[in-house]
């Protein structure tokens, strides 16, 4: 008796429980289509540009309807709902490192015949901008936005140290050079200023790498080429700044002194050159951060001329998952986020790099200071991005930790790079590209 | 007489020396205790402080430890912005049922582990102990895919009703829970048990009238952790709770952090106010912990 009595209050609590805290999800209208947008923004002031975006998308479309959900999205989250048959529509990614996977798993599903279907006019685009987009020589997305990477340098020291403000270093040679002069040791041996650190506030691989010629993966071929000479130089350039700089751990000190988001070190004065994200620009950092800060952007020094002006590019990401009832419907919304206004409210926003030719040239835009380097880095031909390939993950992880054993453990450039690659290259094989 | 007198004052200096020395190891003691709390305290006391600060103050160098103006109103602004009671009133509603359920399910399950004889009871054991060495990542998508299915996706049952069966699925504690509630449960002496048969107690009226009264102290504790793990967890109300409405507060806190920036003084001022509860709890069951252990005495 007092058993039984125990299974029903337990099924008691458990249909109160059910009941109770069963959210039901939204009633869906008669013949309108109803999208869920997935987007990664959470932080409030982001969430309600987005909001706005949609808002003016659900006004003036009212048989497709469009609700957003804001908040960081977990790669994993987007997988197990599309497995579990409940996943939004549409995902923006704050980060296209997920696309390659997404569409190696059919997670997410390609544009190309879907966007020809709709009419869709891509020629405002950047066409660069749709390469982190691409997987397999298809379209699995649309660019919403983007980073580019440039130096940054303190004018003031430039003058101070008798260089040209109005000439920032071009080639690999020049900046080493420059960062000779703009730098400053105390009589303890300690760093009162550093020229350039190749490593703050990121470790700068993929913002460096090509400038260097050194390309991660072959497409042609399939296969992963971390081992070239090119990108042993290129963690040799990365070895010789320590051997440098870092006596007794001088450099590594300095860095580890960094407050103030990513330009701190260049907001304090303890760092004259470094390479950071166009969003430092934006009025929430550098000019709040360091609003006596007298700096300036240029692109990053190459080692072949013709790579001068071009930078690293990757953002955020639209998608369409592979589950969604109504494609078309959700290309059209795309479509919509490739238009200016949209794009510009999030540009603003987030002081991002749009990624419409309109855009490069719109007031609101250029008329941000030293932003103008960000525009055109994104507006250069050879602009390039991560390799598109389902592994890059690992291969980015790997590049991180073979950088860190030549810099910090003394290994030997060549050999830990040729160990990487034959082990990405093995995960590239098994999983396929 | 002399020589008593003597004895007497070798014994007096000897508990003279003792007593120094004594006093001396207290201090010892006593210093190490305030260094090493200073440095646990130090993050809290960092968190606080910013918690205070103007944004520039949060990222000044070198840093400020006691801001001049002290912000107050960060506290005010982060607690709207958050959204503070429906993020309170949406965690509370699944992590304090969550309590009462792996209370209940972790207890009924270690008792049959240490209380009751079976056959193939500790090849059992080992098996629901081998579920700790699941990776969430592995188990993620067959949950996901069977919460879909029941249409529980949007919803607190996810979160919650894993609690009513060991909470093995989802969760790295319960398996823990069980593991602990059965070692502590195998500590109760054995002729209470016994004699409870004899009287005719059925084994349900036994877990819940003698052994878990005599077990409060692990109760205490897993019901603190329970609570602690749901209060914190943020990963699966990221997975399972799309809807903003029903976002806990280890997701609000989101709304401080932007594509590349993160607002450090209000950021920090939630941070502190959803750390207090967790905080006094700590130091209510804390208590109740020793009075546990005190009230049930283990001897047997």
């Known amino acids: 008796m007092r058993m039984k009595l125990a299974n029903r209050a337990l099924a008691g609590m458990l249909l109160a429980a059910g009941g109770v805290i069963a959210a039901a999800p939204g009633a869906l209208a008669d013949d309108t289509v109803s999208l869920t947008l997935r987007y990664c923004w959470g932080g409030d002031a982001e969430m309600a540009a987005m909001e706005s975006v949609i808002s003016a998308w659900n006004d003036a479309n009212p048989s497709i309807q469009v609700t957003g959900i804001g908040g960081s999205i977990n790669a994993e989250e987007i997988v197990a709902s599309v497995a579990g048959g409940t996943a939004p529509d549409m995902v923006i990614m704050c980060d296209n490192g997920a696309v390659a996977g997404f569409a190696h798993d059919n997670v997410i599903m390609p544009l190309n015949d879907t966007l020809a279907a709709i009419g869709a006019d891509m020629s405002n685009i950047i066409p660069s901008s749709l390469d982190w987009v691409s997987y397999q020589g298809k379209l699995y997305g649309l660019p919403f936005g983007q980073d580019t990477y440039a130096l940054y340098y303190n004018a003031d020291e430039f003058a101070a140290a008798g260089l040209d403000p109005s000439q920032p270093p071009k080639t690999w040679e020049e900046l080493w050079t420059y960062a000779e002069k703009l730098t400053k040791w105390n009589a303890d041996g300690s760093l009162a200023q550093v020229g350039f650190i190749p490593t703050d506030p990121s470790n700068n691989i993929e913002q460096t790498s090509a400038l260097f010629n050194c390309d991660f993966y072959d497409a042609a071929t399939n296969k992963i080429i971390v081992n070239s000479q090119a990108c042993v130089d290129w963690f040799k350039w990365y070895k010789t700044w320590f051997d440098a700089y870092n006596k007794d751990g001088a450099l590594v000190n300095v860095i580890a002194s960094r407050t103030g988001g990513d330009a701190g070190l260049l907001i304090t004065g303890q760092q004259a050159m470094g390479i950071f994200g166009e969003w430092n620009t934006g009025k929430a950092y550098i000019p709040t951060n360091g609003p006596d800060l007298n700096y300036d952007t240029a692109p990053i020094p190459a080692i072949d001329p013709a790579k001068y002006g071009a930078g690293f590019m990757n953002g955020n990401a639209f998608l369409v998952t592979s589950s969604t009832r109504n494609p078309e419907a959700a290309a059209k919304f795309g479509m919509y986020l490739m238009t200016d206004n949209p794009s510009r409210t999030m540009a603003l926003q987030n002081a991002s790099v749009p990624q419409l030719k309109s855009l490069l040239t719109d007031p609101a835009l250029t008329s941000i200071p030293h932003f103008q380097a960000f525009l055109d880095i994104a507006n250069h031909p050879q602009a390039w991005t991560t390799p598109m390939i389902s592994v890059y993950g690992e291969l980015r992880d790997g590049l991180t930790n073979a950088l860190d054993a030549v810099i910090n453990g003394g290994a030997d450039p060549q050999a830990t790079l040729d160990e990487l690659a034959s082990g990405i290259q093995a995960r590239l094989d098994a999983n396929g590209p | ?300």
């Open chain 2, 1 to 300: 007489m002399s020589t008593v007198a003597l004895n007497e004052g070798r014994m007096a200096v000897r508990t003279s020396t003792k007593t120094r020395r004594a006093k001396q190891t207290s201090t010892l003691v006593f210093i190490a205790l305030v260094v090493l709390s200073t440095v646990y305290m130090a993050p809290l006391l960092w968190m606080f402080s910013t918690s205070v600060k103007t944004a520039a103050q949060a990222i000044a160098s070198p840093p400020i430890l006691v801001p001049d103006p002290i912000v107050w109103g960060n506290y005010p602004d982060a607690l709207i912005r958050m959204n503070f009671p429906r993020a309170l009133m949406n965690t509370l509603i699944y992590a304090v049922p969550a309590v009462i359920f792996t209370l209940l399910s972790s207890s009924v399950v270690a008792y049959g582990f240490a209380i009751i004889k079976w056959p193939g009871r500790n090849v059992v054991f080992i098996l629901v102990l081998t579920t700790l060495m699941l990776p969430g990542q592995v188990t993620l998508i067959p949950l996901y895919v069977t919460y879909a299915k029941l249409g529980w996706i949007n919803t607190y049952l996810p979160l919650l009703l894993p609690s009513l069966f060991g909470a093995a699925a989802g969760s790295w504690s319960g398996p823990f829970f069980i593991f602990l509630l059965r070692q502590f449960f195998l500590g109760i002496p054995k002729d209470l048990i016994d004699a409870a048969r004899i009287d005719g107690a059925s084994e349900l009226r036994i877990l819940f009238r003698i052994v878990m009264p005599l077990s409060m102290p692990a109760l205490i504790t897993v019901g603190l952790l329970t609570f602690i793990d749901k209060w914190n967890d943020f990963y699966n109300p990221l997975i399972y709770l799309q809807d903003p409405k029903l976002q806990p507060l280890s997701r609000a806190v989101q709304v401080f952090q932007s594509s590349h920036k993160l607002d450090w003084p209000q950021s920090m001022a939630a941070a502190v106010v959803v750390s207090l509860p967790l905080v006094i709890l700590y130091f209510f069951a804390q208590r109740k912990f020793i009075e546990g252990i005190t009230l049930t005495g283990q001897k047997g």
